[in-house]
């Protein structure tokens, strides 16, 4: 394996840690139950390495890289960053988190990259085209896993006992977006994070996906479609991925201007079916439509009952219907996640 991993588990986050009564996650003292749930996820990883690797993703993504690489020195540097790429009308192309990879033995920036498994090659093609000559190696990462770590119940309890896992942890910290998506875990091929983290269980991706509509998450492709969906429309700046104050970077004008102007009309919220409908009922981009018939927006994705639509914010405290295929419609109801800030026009 091309990288090291000892130096992951110092900042291993609190939760994930065990402790001598074997509490971090494991349902209790008596460890009845699994308090957590690893989600093997379809997602990809590059490697981007080379001198100028930091200057060259500054200038694709939305978020300041400067800041995950730790400039100035900063000693709170995270240790993963959520970005978007976006074409030149300032649309998403792909959604993105970067993990910082640092060694004592390496002098060049080390940045992982995560994507949907879908768009690996297009993503790699995409970050060539702009690489031009900047000393920058982009090569899939075909030897690591990439998971979803979900816990029922947050601990603060630390143990450096994860030491003994050197060689199988690559990464593991805190997921950058919100909270309430618990950590990611990046390792070695055939790793079973069971043996990683305590009183966990692995967990149906499904159940994954249905986590991540409840709490109006998007992620890969058919949440943020490709030339399609809005970045700040997409609650980009909710999840700590955009930087208003860096330089310049693909799609930035567009964006610095519906931020500037403090008026963003439509969302992507949770939205839970009456009833559960198969995916081949639901049309894509189905329309929502209030009682009177008027638009209120977009249906996105979902599992069964639960999803994502892109709403009109004046429409969601009305009676909302979904427009199936044939005609038919399905009563819908959406929220406002709690862990929005507050305003949410901001």
Known sequence: MLVRASWALRGFPRGLRLTAKRRGLSGGADGRGAAADCFPLDRALLRLQGQETGPFLQGLLTNDVTRLLGAGGASEAPRAQYAHLLNVQGRCLYDVILYRIHESSQEE????????????????????????????????????????????????????????YTGKVVVATSDPRVDVMGWRLITSQGTNPVEIVPGSKIGNIEDYHRHRYKQGIPEGIKDLPTGVALPLESNLAYMNGISFTKGCYIGQELTARTHHMGVIR????????????????????????????????????????????????????????????????????????????KPTNA
């Open 266 to 341: 439509k969302r992507l919220l949770p939205i839970q079916l009456a009833v559960a409908e198969p995916f081949e009922r639901i049309p894509e981009g189905a329309e929502i439509v209030t009682e009177s018939g008027k638009s209120a927006g977009k249906y996105r994705a979902g599992r069964e009952e639960l999803g994502i639509a892109l709403l009109r914010l004046a429409n969601i405290n009305e009676p909302l219907h979904l427009k199936l295929s044939g005609g038919a419609t399905v009563n819908l109801t959406t929220s406002v996640p709690k862990w929005w800030p």
């Open 109 to 164: 920036t080390h940045i992982l990259l995560e994507c949907d498994a879908a768009v690996l090659d297009s993503l790699q093609k995409h970050l060539k085209v702009y690489k031009i000559r900047r000393k920058v190696n982009i090569t899939p990462c075909h030897d690591l896993a990439l998971w979803a770590v979900i816990p029922k119940v947050p601990s603060k309890e630390v143990s450096p006992e994860l030491q003994q």
